[in-house]
């Protein structure tokens, strides 16, 4: 106890009401539940800054603290948990001065987090996630439908007709097989949004951290490709049995985006060329990923450059 000096707990105690403030507002302002992707940060700067002692401390009070003030530890557990595991590894992790180990790390955590959290409603408090995220999904696609018929009356059709229904079905059951990719490619997207803002947040505080490579110069082994090739070529002929086309169409998923990323890598470079201002480099990148078409592109352009190799990186 002797390394806990009155410094460590009055930064740890400051941390401890950032990490309460950062978990409460969603609660109670649903529009701010996106916010809860950054829930990990003063744990990470806790972490960094002092130690893992009083980081799993400052996660333990925090959980007491925001159960004694929610009456039951349902959201509790739920916030500590995946603001605590992916916080404690990255802020660790930093310190190793390794930002793509860094990055691999914090995903992983962040799969153990949310893996975790499932087994832990399941079994204290009765409730599957993964059913209730799934029956959301199909509740936000049921409303689009609903808005596009009101937007188009003409394509108005009948709730109880079975071909809807079987429709509704197969939606399910897709979004069921690649959970575990989704899980995958939520926590890559978590962990990279943290680090960025780990960094910039300790850059000014005064500490050197090991930056990413340029988005720029972002470019995977080929190993990607063949994976994505070999994942592409056994869902279209339907090898395996089922078990088999479940495991790989989640593995197809995750290389999916990963040629995506490097499709957009590419593009990023081009535009680097002709636009020096990085905030619209940003926006066009994200209008051509966010657009079905485009996107299509991108992944043949990120496809092309394992073969060419255009930036000869």
């Not at 700067?45 to 925001?66: C, D, G, H, N, W």
């Not at 229904?165 to 097989?177: A, C, G, N, P, V």
């Not at 209008?287 to 991108?298: E, R, S, Y």
């Amino acid at each position: 106890m002797a390394k806990l000096n009155t410094k460590s707990l009055v930064e740890g105690a400051l941390l401890l009401a950032l990490f309460l403030v950062l978990s409460i507002l969603p609660f109670f302002i649903p529009a701010l539940i996106p916010a809860l992707i950054l829930i990990p940060l003063p744990i990470v700067i806790i972490t960094y800054r002092q130690s893992i002692k009083v980081a799993v401390m400052v996660v333990v009070l925090s959980f007491f603290a925001l159960t004694i003030m929610l009456g039951n530890p349902i959201y509790p557990t739920l916030v500590t948990v995946l603001g605590g595991i992916p916080g404690i590894v990255l802020g660790y992790t930093i310190k190793r001065k390794k930002a793509v180990t860094t990055l691999l790390a914090t995903t992983i955590s962040f799969v153990a987090a949310i893996i975790l959290v499932l087994n832990i409603f399941a079994l204290f408090f009765d409730v599957n996630l993964v059913e209730v995220t799934l029956d959301r999904q199909l509740s936000a696609l049921e409303s689009f439908g609903s808005l596009v018929e009101g937007v188009l009356p003409q394509v108005e059709t009948d709730p109880t007709d079975p071909d809807i229904e079987d429709f509704k079905e197969r939606i399910y059951l897709s979004i069921q097989m690649i959970f575990p990719a989704l899980i995958v490619i939520v926590s890559t997207v978590a962990g990279y949004v943290n680090l960025t803002v780990s960094k910039l947040t300790l850059v000014r505080l005064g500490y050197k951290v090991e930056s990413l490579p340029p988005f720029a110069k972002w470019r995977f082994g080929d190993w990607v490709l063949w994976t994505f090739v070999a994942t592409l070529l056994i869902s279209i002929a339907r090898l395996g049995n089922i078990a088999v086309l479940h495991i790989n169409d989640n593995v197809h998923q995750i290389v999916l985006l990963m040629v995506l990323i490097q499709g957009l890598s590419l593009t990023y470079w081009y535009l680097s060329k002709y636009i020096k201002y990085t905030f619209l480099k940003a926006i066009i990148l994200g209008l051509i990923a966010l657009h079905p078409l485009t996107a299509q592109f991108v992944i043949m352009f990120g496809t092309l450059d394992f073969i060419i190799n255009f930036r000869r990186l």
